[in-house]
């Protein structure tokens, strides 16, 4: 099977316990339906999931990692940014 | 190979119980036979996760079949000695189960007609005087559902896609047509039971002509015409090919009977 006619899908699954989707993995299909039966045979055999999205792989955009740098260091160490600096009363200490 | 009892109604069930059974086993087989094969990995997995739902059913009706047959006779019987001991003469599946897989457009319509039958059939025969018939039935629909959903998905992107693939489906449904009559053609055990404990196929048949012929339109492939159907599997005289796979499956437990993992 040439890669025309296949193209390759991120599979993201939702365990029934789950919130959000999570990356499980990829795999060849000719079109949507069939990215679909494929990841419900390829990925959810030990009732891994409840729920399946598919993406086109090309349709998933990244960060560079050579960016990685100017990207996320900046964020490490901007302590005002995170909400530490409240007084909460005991009853919400694990909020 | 085993003894009768003296209620034919038992008997009847006995074999009706065998026939889904063994139906289900040599299509469970025969699939299996792609391990490893498959075009690609994702097909791979998908065909042999069909053959293990398929075997898994057999068991069901193997398990109760061997109940019966232990209580009639009065001497233990297991499911394995139903799938490993019994020669071809006994076997009561359909002929379409046992056929070559061919390529993977004819496998692909092998079990596109047998699940159609399946679903509909277990459909109905949720509804059976008999408690474990019904429940097999239930539990079964559901893996069956699915199998209809990806084989008729399989069929139509076959037909409706180059001119090569189209040629061999249609060449399968040449090939496979005449062993799709046999399902609607009842044996005595299942005239016997028919609305009892068993279904009465003559109402499922619109239904599956309808199914088959809607997803064979939208593959744009030609439904044929009524033609003359091979039958016999259900009285135990199969093709050529049973015998064959009888002596693969069969080997190990004969070979050295009682052997376990």
């Known amino acids: ?95 | 190979m085993y003894s009768k009892s003296i209620n034919k109604a038992e008997d009847d069930l006995v074999d009706y119980t065998l026939f889904l059974a063994d139906s289900s086993l040599i299509m469970g087989h025969r699939l299996s036979e792609w391990t490893g094969h498959g075009p690609m990995i994702e097909q791979d997995i998908a065909i042999t996760n069909i053959a293990l739902d398929l075997i898994g059913q057999a068991r069901n009706f193997y398990q109760y079949a061997a109940g019966m047959i232990t209580e009639i006779q009065g001497k233990k019987v297991t499911e394995d000695d139903l799938a490993y001991l019994r020669d071809a003469n006994e076997f009561k599946n359909l002929l379409i189960t046992e056929l070559p897989n061919g390529d993977w457009a004819k496998t692909i319509l092998k079990v596109f007609f047998l699940s159609v039958w399946q679903f509909y059939f277990y459909q109905k025969l949720i509804y059976s005087e008999d408690k474990r018939l019904s429940a097999i039935a239930e539990k079964s629909l559901k893996e069956v559902t699915y199998h209809v959903k990806w084989s008729s998905d399989w069929v139509i992107r076959l037909g409706d896609g180059t001119e090569e693939s189209q040629g061999k489906i249609a060449n399968a449904i040449e090939d496979l047509w005449p062993y799709t009559g046999e399902m609607f053609m009842p044996v005595e055990f299942e005239n016997n039971l028919k609305n009892s404990v068993g279904i009465d196929v003559s109402s499922i048949k619109n239904d599956y002509i309808e199914k088959v012929a809607a997803v064979l339109k939208e593959a744009t492939l030609y439904v044929p015409r009524e033609s003359w159907m091979h039958t016999g599997g259900k009285k135990g005289v199969h093709t050529e090919h049973l015998g064959y796979i009888l002596a693969e499956m069969q080997f190990l437990q004969r070979a050295y009977p009682g052997l376990e993992w």
């Open chain 1, 1 to 95: 099977m040439n890669n025309q006619s296949e193209p390759l899908w991120e599979v993201f699954i939702r365990s029934k316990q789950g919130l959000d989707h999570k990356h499980v993995g990829s795999l060849h299909a000719a079109d949507a339906k069939m990215a679909i039966e494929n990841a419900r045979d390829v990925y959810t055999r030990r009732m891994e999931g409840v729920s399946i999205w598919v993406v086109e792989s090309k349709y998933i955009h990244s960060t560079n990692p050579d960016e990685s740098e100017s990207f996320f260091d900046p964020a490490n160490d901007k302590v005002y940014r995170h909400p530490t600096f409240y007084d909460l009363p005991n009853e919400l200490k694990y909020m």
